[in-house]
């Protein structure tokens, strides 16, 4: 018995929504990146020093970045700036000066933690300090979340490194850098520690 016309324009709608729907989501998978959890990214980071010499791009350093001013600070002071560095001589004259960031030359960028003392609750260095801390730290998930690698080299509170580091990058004196965090794509040699020791770990007292 032949179909009838609605029947046949019935199937052909349906049709044509099935392949939308799967064409959408297809489509979607592809451009967005998959992006682990908080915690897998937790204990997944690793301290990374060796890259391939792939630059990073400017959207992806300041989302990097903007991860970091979403770290808590004392009173909301923000007493936190960040130099973000992609220029090799400038790179190559922080890898000469400092001892452990030797692996700037092969880093794509490097992004310098800094903590203002000045606007600091109550103006307290150890506020700016505990601050930039945070902030560093929530970098260094961002970098592990992104796919790429970076390290904590310290400047502070070491006062030649922190020289160094402000002759270069023309940080003013009142400005304590706190470290310089090369990012860039991993070899992949590095792996993560577990860290994890239940000694460690007091309950309702010491």
């Given amino acids: 018995m032949p179909m009838s016309i609605n029947n046949a324009r019935k199937i052909t709608l349906v049709t044509l929504m099935i392949f939308c ?25 690793k301290s990374v020093r060796n890259f391939t ?6 959207e992806t350093l300041t989302k990097i970045v903007k991860a970091g001013m979403a770290a808590p600070t004392a009173v909301n002071m923000q007493a936190w700036s960040f130099v973000i560095v992609s220029d090799k001589v400038r790179m190559k004259a922080l890898a000469a000066g400092l001892p452990y960031a030797k692996m700037l030359d092969k880093a794509g ?11 600091a609750y109550q103006k307290k260095t150890e506020f700016s300090i505990m601050d930039a801390t945070c902030a560093s730290e929530n970098i260094l998930l961002a970098i592990e979340a992104l796919g790429l690698g970076g390290v ?3 400047a502070y509170p070491e006062p030649d490194r922190m020289g160094l580091v402000r002759s ?6 009142n400005v304590i850098p706190l ?17 994890f020791k239940p000694e460690n770990i007091h309950w309702e007292k010491w």
């Fill in 53 to 58: 010499g792939q630059p990073v791009d400017t």
């Fill in 21 to 45: 729907i799967v064409s959408a989501s297809s489509g979607s998978a592809a451009v967005a990146p998959s992006i682990p959890d908080a915690l897998t990214v937790i204990h997944n980071r």
């Fill in 168 to 173: 270069v990058l023309g940080i003013p004196e």
């Fill in 109 to 119: 960028a490097a992004i310098i933690v800094c903590a203002i003392p000045e606007k």
């Fill in 179 to 195: 470290n310089v965090i090369p990012v860039g794509h991993p070899v992949g040699t590095e792996k993560p520690k577990d860290k």
């Fill in 152 to 154: 904590w080299t310290a």
